[in-house]
């Protein structure tokens, strides 16, 4: 995952904790969606979402030379991993705008 997808998840979780509320992956897909940009994979505000990072850092300067890949088999659970090649598969999620985390 990119650096500007990583502060969205942190931010996300830093949010929901401040307001009580469990951070959970379905409520993180509420507000984003998956995209791939220049070979990596990162999150994109979802349309019609409440935007909840309104400020996101413009950049993050020399991260590529930093960054590095876990083998599949160091992981000691089951992972799904996708390929970069892969398509994305687009997602119609509606808003949950009557849930109360969501107010």
């Given at each position: ?19 009580g ?45 930093k ?37």
């Amino acid at each position: 995952m990119s650096p500007p997808g990583m502060v969205r998840v942190r931010h996300f979780e830093f949010l929901c904790r401040a307001h009580g509320v469990e951070p959970t992956a379905e409520r993180f897909r509420a507000f984003y969606q998956l995209i791939r940009n220049m070979g990596f994979f990162s999150f994109a505000s979802r349309g019609a979402a409440k935007k909840i990072l309104l400020n996101p850092p413009k950049s993050f300067h020399d991260w590529k030379p930093k960054f590095f890949y876990i083998r599949e088999e160091v992981i000691p659970i089951a992972m799904t991993f996708r390929a970069c090649s892969a398509p994305i598969p687009k997602e119609d999620l509606p808003i949950p705008k009557h849930a109360n985390w969501y107010q």
